[in-house]
């Protein structure tokens, strides 16, 4: 498809990645409906993109509440006036291991129910229902082709620390395959990207030594920018020949 004549909705579009893939598309000319829990980034955002071919309207979202989502989605396509695709991208970390012994005193600790819920309910339980809702719209509108990104990670192939946030994305990337199945009918197209380490608000925390080890370990030598993810989220847009397919981008981490 051709980026100048996206519809599109972007989640988690208030900071780091989905900013800079709002900023990118309103650049080539679509339109895009940001939603993020994050009210203050978003604005920053649309004031940021004014003045661009394209256009970014936004509006509060909370991925992980079904009515929020409902919401939302009858929202973008009456502000867009239509939609024909998905940049599911919003999502949050919540990291511990499953069963934690502390060295020193040797008590056992476990991850938490709360930890689990937080991220199976934003990045897999939310991304479900915005895909859903999203695509259930553009059959009713006729709209078609269509086109989803989902954001998966490198974690899907398991990660120390990460089981809820592997769950999800490994889910979602196998999800991507399942959704292109049941999509095509309508003319809609499911990819995933699956990026490794990136910079951005939610890697920030890191600390040194557990990044410089990890640096260490990519074999471009470097950690990732949003615009090395751009590019093939831009990729999984236009090319109308890809699909079911998650495309991990992580300078060879995984490898
Ligand atoms: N940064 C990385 O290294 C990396 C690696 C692999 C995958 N990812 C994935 O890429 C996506 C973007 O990551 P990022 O690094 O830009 O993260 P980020 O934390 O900088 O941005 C995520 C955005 O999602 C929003 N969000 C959180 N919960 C939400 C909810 N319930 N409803 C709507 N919006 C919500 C946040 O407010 C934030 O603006 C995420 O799905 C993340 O898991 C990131």
């Not at 600790?109 to 939310?126: H, R, Y």
């Not at 640096?215 to 989220?233: H, K, M, Q, S, Y």
């Amino acid at each position: 498809m051709e980026l100048s004549s996206l519809k599109i909705i972007v989640t988690g579009a208030a900071q780091g990645m989905g900013a800079h893939f709002a900023k990118r598309l309103a650049e080539a000319g679509a339109q895009v409906a940001a939603g993020d829990v994050n009210e203050e980034g978003l604005a920053q955002v649309a004031s940021s993109a004014q003045g661009l071919p394209g256009k970014v309207h936004t509006r509060r979202l909370d991925v992980s509440d079904e009515a929020d989502v409902a919401a939302f989605v009858e929202w973008a396509a009456s502000s867009m006036g239509g939609l024909n695709g998905l940049i599911n991208n919003a999502g949050i970390l919540r990291d511990g291991l499953l069963v934690k012994k502390d060295r020193t005193t040797g008590e056992v600790t476990k991850l938490s129910k709360a930890q689990w819920d937080a991220v199976i309910g934003v990045n897999l339980t939310g991304a479900t229902l915005i895909a859903r809702d999203a695509v259930a719209k553009m059959v009713n509108l006729g709209q078609r082709p269509g086109v989803v990104v989902n954001m998966s990670s490198i974690a899907r192939h398991g990660n120390r620390g990460q089981s809820n946030y592997s769950a999800a994305k490994a889910a979602l990337a196998a999800n991507t395959r399942t959704w292109a199945r049941e999509f095509a009918g309508f003319g809609v197209r499911v990819g995933a990207v699956a990026p490794g380490m990136i910079e951005t608000p939610m890697t920030q925390g890191m600390n040194q030594k557990a990044r410089d080890a990890l640096v260490a370990a990519i074999p471009v030598g470097r950690v990732g920018v949003p615009e090395d993810i751009w590019l093939a989220v831009k990729f999984v847009l236009e090319c109308d020949y890809l699909n079911g397919e998650t495309i991990d981008v992580d300078g060879g981490l995984q490898m």
